[in-house]
């Protein structure tokens, strides 16, 4: 059974930063694409950033140059490093392994 446990969210001001993790549990984390989502409230939830296993990356156009995805095979981890967050940044994040499997979300404010 495979968990998923994000964390790293909280309240910030706009022009701050966050980093979001992501920690997998169970084996052969490292074959597996990770993807970010988020979730503004009343909107549906949109892609935000994708790392292949062999370590490709893709963005949404909306956080292009101001969020980089990075995984770590050892620690089973994904991570998301936000800066110059803007007030439409808010939402909840959430991650994904392959396919399937989503975690509980954690959620980012930026707010003044």
């Known amino acids: 059974q495979v968990q998923l446990v994000e964390s790293g969210g909280g309240l910030v001001q706009p022009g701050g ?3 979001l993790s992501c920690a997998a549990s169970g084996s052969a984390f490292s ?4 993807t ?6 009343g909107k549906l939830r949109e892609f ?3 790392i292949t296993s062999s370590g490709n ?20 981890t994904v991570y998301l490093q936000m800066n110059s967050l803007k007030p439409e940044d808010t939402a ?16 980012v404010t930026v707010s003044s």
Do not use: E, H
């Open 17 to 19: 930063s966050l980093r």
């Open 31 to 34: 074959i597996y694409t990770m």
């Open 36 to 41: 970010w989502y988020r979730q503004a409230p």
């Open 48 to 50: 935000v950033a994708v």
């Open 57 to 76: 990356t893709n963005y949404a156009d909306s956080v292009k140059g101001r969020f980089t995805i990075s995984r770590d095979n050892a620690k089973n």
């Open 92 to 107: 909840v994040y959430y991650c994904m392994l392959g396919p399937s499997y989503w975690g509980q979300g954690t959620q």
